[in-house]
């Protein structure tokens, strides 16, 4: 399985990251996950491309997970695909009809399937399997965890949450972690964690990754990235790093 982060920024931009989004990929099945604004430009920068991807999984439904969805659906309109499935929280079939309610010459370009997932599933999405759960966030947002029955090693994804442990034990043992932290530790803020936060989450639950990726990085953290990732490791030591856009790397 490989995974490529299309966008590691927040809701504010800064012109160096665009918003959230993962694209998983194994054999021929590959899965978008959050569509943030720039989301799509960082996709179109694959190899697959907008039209190698079919079904977009949302964590939740803040403007900067969902913004390019949309776009997304006209892109491959325009490129001769004919299909997407977008799945997600409960709903998420409401926000994408609504949408193409504001846009309504977009109605019927595509043949959309329209799926919910509920907390503490678990569902086959895109030939990838797929657990959830209910994270800590301004919203209902879920966490996900991926599987691909022909590939090893699992990836965790935090959606926006708080840094809390029982979130730090359903990633436990995952190849690859994805966990928000949004702000440094000197930022007082809630849902969204700190680096320290999230270092005492993994050490609280016993918790082990094989490495956990920082990302949904606020113009805050901007020149403190070693200082948030030394915050992680004075309670947590296994390897953690600073996502990147652009950064692919192979899950195992």
Do not use: I
């Not at 193409?100 to 895109?126: K, N, W």
């Not at 996900?144 to 022909?150: K, L, M, Q, S, W």
């Not at 809630?190 to 990754?209: C, I, K, M, Q, Y």
């Amino acid at each position: 399985m490989r995974l490529t982060f299309l966008g590691t920024g927040s809701a504010m931009p800064t012109g160096e990251r665009f918003q959230t989004g993962l694209l998983l990929s194994a054999g021929e099945d590959r899965l978008l996950v959050d569509c943030g604004s720039g989301a799509l430009h960082g996709l179109a920068r694959t190899e697959a491309g907008y039209e190698g991807v079919g079904t977009v999984l949302l964590t939740h439904h803040h403007l900067d997970h969902v913004s390019d969805l949309l776009p997304l659906m006209k892109a491959r309109w325009l490129a001769g695909e004919e299909s997407l499935t977008v799945a997600g929280p409960p709903e998420t079939p409401a926000l994408v009809e609504d949408l193409l309610d504001v846009h309504g010459y977009m109605q019927d370009r595509l043949d959309l399937t329209l799926r919910t997932v509920e907390p503490g599933s678990e569902a086959a999405v895109a030939g990838f399997e797929v657990d959830s759960m209910e994270t800590r966030h301004s919203m209902d947002c879920l966490a996900y965890r991926f599987a691909h029955p022909d590939e090893p090693g699992d990836v965790a994804f935090s959606g926006d949450s708080e840094a809390f442990p029982e979130l730090a034990a359903f990633a436990d043992g995952a190849a690859v972690c994805v966990h928000d932290c949004s702000f440094p530790d000197d930022v007082d803020v809630s849902n969204h964690p700190t680096p320290g936060a999230l270092g005492r989450a993994f050490a609280d639950a016993g918790a082990e990754v094989g490495r956990l990726y920082l990302t949904h990085l606020y113009p805050h953290t901007d020149g403190r990235h070693e200082e948030m990732l030394e915050s992680v490791g004075e309670r947590y030591e296994g390897a953690v790093r600073v996502a990147r856009d652009g950064l692919s790397v192979e899950v195992s």
